[in-house]
């Protein structure tokens, strides 16, 4: 057995661990936290209205809980074109959700409209996505050998479990901006653009990172790059202008995720200090607190490695300025600010850093225990 591992590339022992990790902790969630349910993937709340589509009686729902925004996407993988009025109803911001299209919509078709297996579809979509950027980071550093077990420190990220076990979007879409980013370093000018264009229609926000590319390609002096860029950000768009045209009326639940900058950041910390000291608040202090460090660690690498990690720091520079401009709505709770913020785990994990010191492994093993205390504690 170890001669045959011996002879297998990094890349497929990196794939095989994940796949057997993977596997165990769906097992867990699916067995013992949801007790063989798969609507609790996807953290539904009894204060939004039910998707006309959902049997109550069959359906894990939390009692007094406002749920998770997988509630939303799957209520729309189960009615994407929003043929049954009821739909509406069952968003907190219908306009807002709409938006993020594509997870909900090829979980749709993946199922051919089978709605009792949409919620599976939907779980195995983000098994995949996780499995795919384990299988791109290794392809990303094909040409940094020493770094070639780097792509497992992936399943140390809290937030890929946080993703996995709410049923969102973020997985698929960080798979799709870790595509681009692939593409971009190995001149696929193409397929870089038609990645970040569809990663775009799962979340708004990665029109950042379309941003990022396009400026590190003129800095960078790829004209054929910064062309096909062009036209990545027309289907967002004329999404966008269609979902003006539906004059979609449900009513709006939500607070605002961006404030004045800081205040969020502000309003944090004296909610962290004015906690208990118990458990669940140094847990919040301990993530909350370990993405700042991460924040500072991409940019320093960057700054000593700039030529490498050119459109890891331009796209670290403009999450940085997101996060400053978050409000409590996001900050206030390590789910939120875990998946929102997710890709920036995956920067630093994608920078290039040639020191001897080991600093991305130190901070993946301090994320690693993040993720096994949520897995084990949360719920």
Not at 271 to 291: Q, T, V, W
Not at 336 to 350: A, C, E, G, K, P
Request: some cysteine; overall charge positive; glycine content about 4%.
């Amino acid at each position: 057995m170890k001669y045959f591992l011996t002879k297998l590339p990094s890349k497929v022992i990196n794939l095989l661990i994940t796949v057997i990790v993977l596997t165990a902790v769906i097992l867990y969630l699916y067995f013992i936290k949801f007790q063989g349910n798969i609507t609790g993937f996807f953290r539904i709340g009894s204060i939004l209205e039910l998707s006309p589509f959902l049997n109550p009686e069959t359906t894990k729902i939390y009692q007094g809980e406002i749920g998770y925004d997988g509630q939303q996407f799957l209520s729309l993988a189960l009615d994407p074109f929003l043929q049954n009025s009821e739909t509406i109803n069952t968003l907190d911001h219908p306009i807002y959700r709409y938006r993020r299209i594509l997870y909900p919509l090829i979980s749709y078709l993946f199922s051919f409209g089978n709605r009792t297996l949409i919620p599976y579809i939907m779980v195995a979509i983000n098994c995949l996505s996780i499995i795919g950027i384990v299988w791109i980071i290794s392809l990303y550093f094909q040409s940094n050998q020493e770094q070639k077990w780097q792509p497992l420190l992936t399943l140390c990220i809290p937030g890929v479990w946080i993703v996995l076990s709410l049923g969102t979007a973020d997985l698929v879409s960080s798979l799709l901006l870790i595509v681009s980013f692939h593409c971009y370093r190995y001149n696929k000018p193409i397929l870089t653009a038609f990645t970040i264009s569809l990663a775009c229609l799962t979340r708004e926000t990665l029109l950042l990172i379309w941003l990022a590319i396009l400026f590190t390609s003129i800095i960078q002096q790829k004209k054929e790059q910064s062309k096909q860029l062009l036209w990545a950000w027309i289907p967002p768009f004329l999404w966008t202008i269609y979902i003006s045209a539906l004059n979609l009326s449900g009513t709006v639940r939500v607070k605002a995720n961006f404030g004045y900058p800081f205040m969020g950041i502000y309003n944090k910390f004296i909610s962290l200090f004015m906690g208990e000291f118990k458990g669940e608040n140094l847990f919040e202090a301990y993530l909350f607190i370990l993405i700042f460090i991460i924040f500072i660690t991409i940019f320093a690498i960057s700054a000593f490695h700039r030529k490498d990690n050119q459109l890891i720091q331009f796209s670290a520079l403009l999450y940085g300025a997101m996060f400053v401009m978050s409000s409590m709505t996001i900050l206030s709770y390590y789910l939120d600010y875990s998946r929102v913020f997710i890709d920036i785990y995956f920067f630093l994990l994608l920078s290039i850093n040639t020191n001897k010191v080991p600093i991305k492994s130190i901070l993946f093993l301090a994320l690693g225990l993040g993720s096994f205390a949520f897995l084990a504690l949360h719920f």
